[in-house]
């Protein structure tokens, strides 16, 4: 089993920065990937960036050149940087772990509100 714990969400003006952090516990030896994802009101949960244990790194195209996601292994933690920030990222961001057994773990999420 894993655990994820989110933070570092809340509310930011457009063109301004947030870092998301992801502290995760637990089997982590059996981890594959860890990444995040976001879900906006009325909106299918997509994937925004996730990075595999090798250190090979994946965007979405809406955020490419604006977020960055790395991890501590030292710490268990991932991070999420989010510059350049515009309305539409406003959503919620879950953490998410998956193993190499293709188990599934999420994080409860945090809240990023984009607005002036």
């Known amino acids: 089993q894993v655990q994820l714990v989110e933070s570092g969400g809340g509310l930011v003006q457009p063109g301004g920065s947030l870092r998301l952090s992801c502290a995760a516990s637990?089997?982590?030896?059996?981890?594959?990937?860890m990444g995040w994802y976001r879900q906006a009101p009325g909106k299918q949960r997509e994937l925004v960036a996730r990075?595999?244990?090798?250190?090979?790194?994946n965007y979405a195209d809406s955020v490419e050149g604006r977020f960055s996601i790395s991890r501590d292994n030292a710490k268990n933690t991932v991070y999420l940087q989010m510059n350049s920030l515009k309305p539409e990222d406003t959503a919620v961001y879950y953490c998410?772990?998956?193993?190499?057994?293709?188990?599934?773990?999420w994080g409860q999420g945090t809240q990023v509100t984009v607005s002036s």
């Open positions: 998410n772990a998956v193993s190499f057994g293709l188990s599934a773990y």
């Open positions: 990075i595999i244990s090798g250190g090979t790194t």
């Open positions: 637990g089997s982590m030896v059996s981890i594959y990937a």
